[in-house]
Structures are given as structure tokens and as C-alpha cells.
């Protein structure tokens, strides 16, 4: 009788271990532990084998239902692969036979750290950091699950819900709260509840009273698609619903504002893969549309989400006229931001009104929706597609002995950058690009984090058409600089606009050094009038030493002794301290 319950078992888990079976062999060549430790032969055959060790000794020594512990031995494969690697090197005689007693024997003398295969078994990394070893450490969360799993959640989804839910929320509140979400969600199916609590965890995490604004937004949005979906039982289709209604709330629609807008977007919702939408939210957030406006314009005109802009060529600034933008203002912006012109891709047009300053303007043309939208359409992009022939001849000109000095592939990637930010295919950009010596990725990651730091967007497409270098630095060393132009001395983000170079000084060996120098003269009275950063820094090192000198005839010599170099300065100012602690 026990061996036939033991067998029912086994077969009610045999589509999961078939399905960890695949995923085992595709992770045999991914960087998990090779089982060096087992013989060849032993090797197909050991994987079953530890399956079956760890499940009954999750069910005989931890005291786990046998359901817990067959779903997670059966979606635990690479944990499983740890724990084979980790056991002691097996005989190359021992019979096959005998793997499964030796695992049993093994997991009798070393306890199992059940964490890793928990974790990895509900979608989770095994190596996510928590101080549990054993399941049964924290009491609630064994019947957490269970109660989850009783509802009907996928175990392999359970990972959604971890910490918050899992660790801190009482199992009797969840059933509680699931009851309550259902009763509200009614008649939608459990899978659409279920579909929701792992979308949006506050769902359980808070009462009903308290998200009674999103469960508002699901039962339009749900009910907005139609009866097919309302009878439906995917889960995997709720949770598309749910993944795009997130997208919009982390745009920054309100929770609330969604439902109603639902129903005649079904395709946005159901069909249209996510990325376009994150595609196209990007780019009009960037156009300069808030959050919130950028969402609901979407779904207000879902027509642009079938526009196609990756291989639109757009030329500046002939189609900023053909869109209706004033000549006058379109070549005041060109003359003073020359970098735009020149041929560019139409999903970079926000970064280049952005460079231009004209994106309030574009925004006016198309913030109708309807018949305005065409100027996004390849089709009126391509109806007059003039180029300026002469500055496409000077940027070939130029990018034929860039490419022949620099790495080709390295030279695309880069052009690909400076286009994305509101460059044109022009000479001044092909000038820049040698200048560049990091990769695209590293490129952006400094140049939006200027951005976050509040310098404005055309002024910082201006620094680096003068100073390209300054986006050669790490994000750590313009943190610093930053910090030491704006606390130290005192200057705001918009001093850069007058003298950007003072971002590509070397900060300790120059601007700290020559600045410690000024404040110990002006701390002794020899130094009243401030001067400018350009003038203390730009300055060769033999004019600053002239300018010290009508200060004072001496402080050239204390500067070459004591301040020239961080060296030098540190260890003066070290002992100027020790003579007077008083001071500190």
C-alpha cells in the first residue's frame, strides 16, 4: 500500500521532472559545477537519483508534505547539480545501484541548506541573500505557501511574492484577503485573481480597502476585453494584462485611470509585445511628455505603437520645416546647436529637439493626436526625403579616414550614441568621434547621469561637441568634480554653460591644489579679489605661478614646496594642523 501511494506520487510530478529535466541539460554547459566528483557513467543517472534523495528527505527528516517537496525538487535542477558537486568523489567502481543509498547516506551526516532549492524552485536566484537555512526556520512560511498553493498560484510564480508576502504576511490574512479580492473581482476566474496578486503584491500585503482604486482599474480593464478573456482560465494571459497595465502605472498614470481606456486598446493589451510599448512610452517621455500624458496619449492614439521608426531617416533641419516649425526659430537653433544637422534615425528625434530646444514645439504640432501624427509616419517622412548633399559629402569624407585611424565596429557603435542624443551624420560629429574612448553602454550610463545631476540637455549636447572628453570620465570622478564645484567653490550646474572645461581638469592634481593655494593666501590677506575658475585653471602652470607672484613675491616658492601636487598639499596642510589643533 505504501509503495503504491509512493508511486502515485511519482507519477502525479512526472511532467514537472520532464520539464527539469530540460532545463538541467540546457544549464549542463552554463557555468554550474561539473561533476568531476562522479564517475562518467554514474553521471546521467545521479541527477534521478538526487532528485529522489532530497525529496524523501525533505519529507522523512524536515516533515515537508510530500506536494512541497516534490515541486520543489522537481524545479530545482541547478540547486540539485550544487549538491551532487558538493558530495564527496565517488569510486569509479561503485555500481550504479548503490548511487541512491550513498545520497541518502550523504544527506543522514550533512544537512541540507533547503534555501537554495526553495528559492530556485519559485523563480528566484538560488544565491538570493536571506538567513534562512532550513524552511521550517521561519514558522509562517511553509503554511504561507501552502495556503497559496491551495488557491491555486503556480508554484514556479511563488517567487513574485517573496519577501514581502511570503515572509511577512500571516497565511489565515492571506486566505482572508484572497477571499475578499474574489468576491470583488466577481465573476472573473481564480486565474484572473491570481494573475493580479502576482502582478501587484499589495494586493495581499494591504486590505481590500486600501487598493479598492486598482481593483476598480482590473475589473473595467478585465471586463473591458471582452467575455473570451472573462472566461478564460490563463493565467499567462491575465498576467499580460496585468505586465502592460504596469508599464502605464510605472510611466506614471494613476492607479484608477487605466479601465476605462482598456477596452478599445484590446491589441495594446493582448497582442503587442512589451518592449514596443516601453518603446514608445520612452519616446515620448523624452519628446517631453509627463508620465501620465505620455500613457493616456498612447492609448488615446494606439495607431502610433504600429509605426515603425528604427529605419526612418530623417534629415535636419529640412524636416522640422516640412513638420511646420517656424524658419526663423529652426534656424536660430541650427546656428546655435550646428552638431544636429545632417541625417539622423526618426526614433531619435526626441534626443535631437531635445538638443535643439524645440521639443515644446514639436509637442504642440502632435499633441491633437488624429491627422497630426503623420509627421511620425515613414511614409510622410520619405514623401520628400531631401538631404543636404554637402554636409553628407563632408561627414563621408570625414568618416572614411576615422574609420581607417579607429576600430570600424567601435566607430559605428559610437556614431550610434552621439545620434541617439540629438547628433546628425555631420563633420563636427565625425570630429568627436575620436575623441570618444568607451564603449556606447558606459557612454549613456555618463551622460544620463550628468543629466540626473540637473545639467540641462542642450547644454550638455553643447560641453560635449567642445569637450567630448568629459564623457570619457566614470560616473565617481564627474560625482566629484560636481560636488567640488557646486559645495566647495560655491558655483551652480549653469556655470558650466560659460566654462564646461572645468569638468575635464584633473581634480586632484589641479583645481583642488590651486585652490587650497588661494584660500591660504587670501586666509593671510594677500588674496582679496576672487577669480574666475577659467582663470585659475586654464591658465598654463607658468602663468599661474606669475599671477601668485603679483600676490606676493614668495608664493611661488610655498606653492612649488607645499601645494603643487595633492602630494605635496596633503602633507602640508597635515602638519599646518598638527602646529594648530586649536584650528581644526
Known sequence: MAWSRTAHRRSAVMPLLRAALRRFLSTESSGFPK?????????????????????????????????????????????????????????????????????????????LNELPFFLESIGLPPSTDSDLMFLTDHPSLLPTVAALAHFGFPWSRLGLLFPNVLLQVPPDLISARLVALEESLRPLPRAAIIAACLSFPLLIENDLSSSAPLVDDLMRAYGGLGPDLGASNDIDVFLRVCGRMQMFYDAGMKVGSIGGLVGCNQRVFLELKEERIGERLKFFKRLGLPGEEAGSF????????????????????????????????????????????????????????????????????????????????????????????????????????????MNAQHVDTKLEFLKSIGYGENKKTAHILPVLHSTREMLNERFDYLLERGVEYKMLCRIVSVFPKVLNQGKEMLNEKLNYMTLDLGYSLEYLDCFPALLCFDLENRVKPRYAMLRWLQSYGLFKRPLAPATVLANSEKRFISNLYNMHPAAPKLWLECFSSRIHMEYYLKNIQSQHPDNE
Open 298 to 405: 498612447l492609448l488615446s492614439n494606439p495607431g502610433v505603437l504600429d509605426l515603425d521608426f528604427d529605419d526612418v531617416v530623417i534629415s535636419v533641419p529640412e524636416y522640422l520645416r516640412r513638420v511646420g516649425l517656424a524658419n526663423d526659430e529652426v534656424d536660430v537653433a541650427v546656428k546655435k546647436h550646428p552638431y544636429v544637422v545632417g541625417r539622423n534615425r526618426l526614433e531619435n528625434l526626441p534626443g535631437v529637439l531635445r538638443a535643439m530646444g524645440l521639443s515644446h514645439r514639436f509637442l504642440e504640432k502632435i499633441s491633437g493626436g488624429g491627422e497630426s501624427l503623420r509627421y511620425l509616419s515613414p511614409d510622410f517622412v520619405l514623401e520628400d526625403a531631401s538631404y543636404d548633399m554637402e554636409v553628407e559629402r563632408a561627414f563621408s569624407d570625414r568618416m572614411v579616414k576615422v574609420k581607417v585611424e
Open 35 to 111: 561533476l568531476r566528483n562522479l564517475p562518467y557513467r554514474l553521471r546521467r543517472a545521479a541527477v534521478p537519483a538526487a532528485r529522489t534523495a532530497v525529496s524523501d528527505y525533505l519529507i522523512s527528516t524536515r516533515c515537508l508534505p510530500s506536494s512541497h517537496a516534490d515541486s520543489i525538487t522537481a524545479l530545482a535542477p541547478c540547486s540539485l547539480h550544487t549538491f551532487l558537486a558538493g558530495i564527496p568523489a565517488v569510486p569509479s567502481t561503485l555500481p550504479s545501484s548503490d548511487l541512491p543509498s550513498l545520497l541518502r547516506r550523504h544527506l543522514s551526516y550533512h544537512p
